[in-house]
C-alpha cells in the first residue's frame, strides 16, 4: 500500500470546539531525542527524525505532539527546528509538567515562556497540562493561566492529559468561565487499553465537545507484531509491566488478527492497529514513529477502511484481552 500512486489525504478535525484544525491522524515527537527511554542517539538518530517528519509531512500529516519534558526541552527544540525548515504552517501541540515542587501558577507562565522560545514559535497551538496537579497548581488555578495565555495570543487551544472524567468537567467548567473552549483530552487508547471507553472519559469527551487524543495508540510498538517474550525491545520498556512476556503472549491472538488483516490489505499491523482507532471519529490517534520507513507504514491508515465485519473482529479479540 505504501508507495501508491496518489495516496489519500487525511481528514481535517477540529479540535473540540477551539479553532484549532488538524490531520485525523498525529504524530507523536517523544522519541526524537529522547535518549533514556526511546534509545535517541543510540537506534536512532537526527537523520531519523528527520525522515519520521518529512514522510509524516508528505503524507498530509500535519499535527505533531511534544513536551516540554520530553528529553528536557530537546524534543520541543528539534520539532522547532524541523517546522521552521518545512516552511509551511503546521499544527503544534505541547505539554506543561506539573512537576512536584515546581511551583503553582506562576510556574506555569513561565512554562509557556519556555515551550514558546524552544519551539521558535509566536504562539503554541494546542498547549496541554501533562497531567493533572493536586497539589501545587490546582485545577481550576491552572486553567486561569491557560486562559490569560489564549487572551494573551501565546496559545492557540486548550488541552489537558491524562485526565478523568470529573477532572475534566473541572477543567472545561473553568476555562468556560473565561469563555475557552476546553479543547482536547490526550489519554492512553488503543485495542490494548480501552478504560476511556469505561471510565467515562470518551462520554465525557463527547458530551462537553472535547476532541479525545489517543496516545500510545501502537502500545508503543507491541501492536506492531514485532515484539515477543524472546523478541523484546531493547531498553527500558522491557521492564516495564506491558512488555511482560505474559502481556506480550496474551495479547498474541488480537495481534495475529491485526496480522491476517494486514496480509489481505497489504499493508503492516501498525496500520490496521491505527485504522481501528481512525475508526472513531471523537478520536484523533497520535502515532509515535522513530523512522521514516514507519511513518510511511503508519500513514497507510489512513487508505485503510476496516468494514464493519473486521472492526468486530478486533473488538471481540481486544473485549477478549485482558492484562493478565
Ligand atoms: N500525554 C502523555 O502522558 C503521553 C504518554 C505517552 C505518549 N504520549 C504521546 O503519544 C505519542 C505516541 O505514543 P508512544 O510514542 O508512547 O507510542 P506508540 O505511538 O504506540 O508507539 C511508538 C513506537 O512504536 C514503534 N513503531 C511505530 N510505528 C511503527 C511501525 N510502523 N512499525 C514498527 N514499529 C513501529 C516505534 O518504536 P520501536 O521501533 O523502538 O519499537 C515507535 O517509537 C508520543 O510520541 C507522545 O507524543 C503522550
Request: proline share 6%.
Amino acid at each position: 500500500m505504501a508507495g501508491s500512486a496518489s495516496p489519500r489525504p487525511p481528514e481535517i478535525r477540529r479540535l473540540g470546539g477551539s479553532t484549532v484544525e488538524v490531520s485525523s491522524l498525529g504524530a507523536g515527537c517523544w522519541a526524537w531525542g529522547d535518549e533514556e527511554y526511546w534509545r535517541y542517539g543510540l537506534d536512532h538518530g537526527p537523520r531519523e527524525a528527520v525522515a519520521a517528519f518529512e514522510t509524516y509531512l508528505n503524507r498530509g500529516i500535519d499535527f505533531f505532539d511534544t513536551a516540554e519534558s520530553y528529553a528536557w526541552g530537546k524534543g520541543e527544540q528539534i520539532l522547532g527546528a524541523l517546522a521552521r525548515k518545512a516552511g509551511r504552517k503546521l499544527c503544534i501541540a505541547t505539554k506543561y509538567a506539573p512537576l512536584a515542587g515546581r511551583g503553582g501558577p506562576a510556574a506555569i507562565r513561565k512554562g509557556i515562556e519556555g515551550s514558546l522560545r524552544r519551539l521558535g514559535v509566536p504562539c503554541i497551538d494546542l498547549y496541554q497540562i501533562h497531567w493533572p496537579d493536586r497539589d501545587e497548581a490546582p485545577i481550576d488555578a491552572a486553567m486561569e493561566i491557560f486562559a490569560d495565555a489564549v487572551e494573551a495570543g501565546q496559545v492557540r487551544a486548550v488541552g489537558v492529559s491524562n485526565f478523568g472524567s470529573s477532572e475534566m468537567r473541572t477543567a472545561h467548567a473553568a476555562l468556560a468561565r473565561r469563555g475557552v473552549p476546553l479543547a482536547t483530552n490526550q489519554v492512553r487508547y488503543s485495542l490494548l487499553h480501552r478504560a476511556p471507553e469505561v471510565d467515562g472519559v470518551l462520554d465525557a469527551c463527547r458530551e462537553l465537545n472535547v476532541t479525545l487524543l489517543a496516545y500510545s495508540p501502537l502500545e508503543q510498538g507491541i501492536l506492531t507484531g514485532k515484539y515477543s517474550g524472546t523478541r523484546p525491545p531493547l531498553g527500558k520498556r522491557r521492564e516495564t509491566p506491558w512488555f511482560a512476556t505474559s502481556n506480550l503472549e496474551a495479547a498474541r491472538p488480537l495481534i495475529e488478527e491485526l496480522q491476517r488483516i494486514a496480509q489481505i490489505r497489504d499493508c503492516t499491523p501498525a496500520a490496521v492497529a491505527l485504522a481501528w482507532t481512525l475508526a472513531n471519529p471523537d478520536v484523533v490517534p497520535l502515532a509515535g514513529a522513530r523512522t521514516g520507513e514507519q511513518a510511511e507504514a503508519n500513514a497507510d491508515a489512513l487508505e485503510l477502511d476496516l468494514d464493519e465485519e473486521l472492526l468486530a473482529a478486533l473488538n471481540h479479540l481486544s473485549a477478549a484481552w485482558r492484562k493478565p
